[in-house]
């Protein structure tokens, strides 16, 4: 049809078919921070892809929208929301950063996809021990409205989806550790304390939350990250597993008890802590973690984490 056909990747090969059909749909490639740099002070497009946010500073947020249709969109709005560290996403769990407007030419004209930067800067403050995840949503005004579900980037190619937590252990590649009598060096771990991520409504059924670790290249995001086309980190060698503590109320503290690399929520309100026991990965290695919430077989959200050495 001769209208704009207007979409966010979930993926680097994504042409906008939805729903999405293999996870993750949360490594967006097309949500990109300058850390540490205000609107203001932030070029039209950003000098790095890969960035992560710095807590307690103005970070610059930029979306790369495509058009895909036979027909330019002149009244594109764009808004840029961030969300606690979460496995699901809906309306009562975002927050509005800003919007602004573009437009973008039809396919085929040479100008069917744009770079558009936040108006306003997003201070981040790492709450519950994580980053907080991103969205960006995107339409024209009449001809492309922004469709349902409103927030889901599995379901609606007008949304995009960063939940991605990048960390790096300390340098020292040692730590003391006491022992009967004596202190020993030991390895760094590779994450301190849980990362707790709260499940999402789950609209009356049940839910399974699972952590699995996968190979750097498995998450094509990486190479935002290191600035190469297809160069990745080396996978690190585990010396440990991920896992996923008990359940907990949305908002609490890290729940204690036996941790499991699968665990079934019922109800909603919950909140689950993932950590590791892999020791800190060298230079140039990383860990990859992907934490997935599915229902009836349907992945509904999730998060990564990486660890970078």
Known sequence: MDLPYLFMRANPGDLGARPVVQ??????PDIFILAGVAPDAAPETPPALGQVGLAGKPNTLYAHVWNFGKAAAQEVLVEFYWVNPSLG????????????TTSIGARGSGHSHVIVKCPE????????????????????????????????????????????????????????????????????????????????????ESAQVKVERVSPPAMPWLQLHTGQRGVFPTM??????????????????TPSGP???????????????????????????????????????????????????
Not at 89 to 100: E, F, R
């Open 23 to 28: 996870a993750p749909f949360w490594e967006s």
């Open 121 to 204: 800067a997003w201070t981040p403050t790492f709450v519950n021990g994580g980053h907080e995840c991103l969205l960006v949503r995107v339409w024209d005004n009449p001809s492309d409205l922004p469709g349902e579900p409103k927030f889901d980037a599995s379901w609606n190619r007008h949304v995009a989806q960063r939940n991605i937590h990048v960390a790096q252990p300390d340098a020292t590649p040692m730590m003391m550790r006491a022992t009967p009598g004596a202190a020993t060096l030991a390895a760094k771990p590779a994450l301190t304390q849980p990362l707790l991520l709260q499940i999402g409504r789950l609209y009356g």
């Open 89 to 100: 996403i809906d309306a009562s769990s975002v927050q509005l950063i800003a919007q602004t």
């Open 236 to 253: 690190a060698t585990p010396t440990g597993v991920p896992s996923l503590t008990p359940l907990g109320p949305a908002g609490g503290g």
């Open 259 to 309: 941790s499991a690399g699968q665990r079934d929520v019922n109800v909603d309100g919950q909140q689950i802590g993932f950590a590791t026991s892999d020791a800190a990965p060298g230079p140039g290695e990383a860990h990859v973690y992907r934490v997935s919430a599915s229902q009836n077989g349907h992945v509904f959200g999730g998060y990564t984490v990486v660890v970078v050495g």
